[in-house]
């Protein structure tokens, strides 16, 4: 799977997790084509994987939160109007954006930032056009189960 076609996959379903056990899929199976035994970065595949995860991570189109079962969750855009409209139905440390940076040491370094800042004025603008049943409507039948 390519990074476009894995960030196809978040925006066809909304919310995914990136490799744990949940309500909802998971990108690093369907980067694989087949269910991961034990942690992905011990895979044949793992180099692939961790490329296309950094990949689908820096997209602008796709938000890195642990919002489902506090683990990382990659929250395509078309659901941030939603997501923050639905905001207060969740611990605020599940909104926080994290993004990683490498450092000049090649460490990975973990970058949160709280919401709201992280939200943009537009999507900010189009979750108040919302409902808040609306909202948690939109954001998917997964939401009961987390």
Same mark, same amino acid.
């Not at 939603?82 to 611990?91: D, E, G, H, I, T």
């Given at each position: 799977?390519?990074?476009?076609? =894995? *960030?196809?996959?978040?925006?066809?379903?909304?919310?995914?997790?990136?490799?744990?056990?949940? @309500?909802?899929?998971?990108?690093?199976? /369907?980067?694989?084509?087949?269910?991961?035994?034990?942690? $992905?970065?011990?895979?044949?595949?793992?180099?692939? *994987?961790?490329?296309?995860?950094? =990949?689908?991570?820096?997209?602008?189109?796709?938000?890195?939160?642990?919002?489902?079962?506090?683990?990382?969750?990659?929250?395509?855009?078309?659901? $941030? @109007? =939603?997501?923050?409209?639905? /905001?207060?139905?969740?611990? @605020?440390?599940?909104?926080?954006?994290?993004?990683?940076?490498?450092? @000049?040491?090649?460490?990975?370094?973990? *970058?949160?930032?709280?919401?709201?800042? $992280?939200?943009?004025?537009? *999507?900010?603008?189009? =979750?108040?056009?919302?409902?808040?049943?609306?909202?948690?409507?939109?954001?998917? /039948?997964?939401?009961? /189960?987390?």
């Amino acid at each position: 799977m390519t990074a476009e076609e =894995a *960030i196809a996959f978040v925006e066809r379903h909304g919310v995914v997790l990136q490799s744990a056990k949940g @309500p909802v899929p998971r990108l690093t199976e /369907a980067i694989l084509g087949e269910p991961v035994n034990g942690s $992905w970065w011990s895979h044949a595949r793992g180099h692939e *994987i961790f490329a296309v995860l950094e =990949a689908v991570a820096d997209s602008p189109s796709v938000l890195t939160c642990r919002l489902v079962g506090d683990k990382v969750t990659l929250v395509h855009r078309r659901l $941030w @109007p =939603a997501l923050v409209r639905s /905001a207060k139905r969740f611990p @605020p440390a599940r909104l926080t954006s994290i993004r990683q940076e490498h450092t @000049p040491s090649g460490r990975h370094v973990n *970058i949160e930032t709280p919401f709201p800042k $992280w939200v943009p004025e537009e *999507i900010a603008d189009q =979750a108040k056009q919302l409902s808040e049943d609306d909202a948690w409507r939109t954001l998917g /039948a997964w939401m009961d /189960a987390s």
